[in-house]
């Protein structure tokens, strides 16, 4: 039964040290696995054991129980989108107010030129 224990230490450790590089050479798991010859199946599979493992404690190397407390791997992908600034800011109140028979019209003071005019012409059709 030890010799079970110990096996399945090394196999686990073995894993966490495969995920550890995974996760460092920033390589998606697709193409970290076929570079390595394993499935992505199979390496969620060892990630979700390693975690169950450290979970539990019982994947704990003994040198780093004194200096550092045990970490989880962990994929974080963050993406940011670029937005960008508006072509002139809008400030102001509404200078000019226009009811409608569904609706107001609000222009502010600061709107450019060509979207008043495009308002404009777009009020004239539906005049």
């Known amino acids: 039964m030890e010799a079970q224990n110990i096996a399945k230490q090394i196999r686990y450790r073995q894993w966490a040290t495969d995920i550890s590089d995974r996760l460092e050479s920033k390589k998606t798991v697709i193409a970290w696995c ?16 390693v975690r169950e493992e450290i979970i539990s404690g019982e994947l704990v190397n003994k040198e780093m129980m004194c200096t550092q407390q045990a970490t989880l791997p962990v994929e974080s992908t963050v993406v940011f989108a670029e937005i960008p600034p508006p072509k ?3 400030r102001g109140y509404p200078v000019i107010v226009m009811h409608l028979n569904n609706g107001t019209l609000e222009i502010n003071n600061g709107a450019e030129q060509e979207t008043i005019a495009n308002v404009l012409k777009a009020m004239g059709s539906l005049c």
């Open 88 to 90: 002139k800011p809008v």
């Open 34 to 49: 076929k570079e390595h010859g394993i499935s992505s199946k199979a390496y969620y599979y060892r990630l979700r054991r």
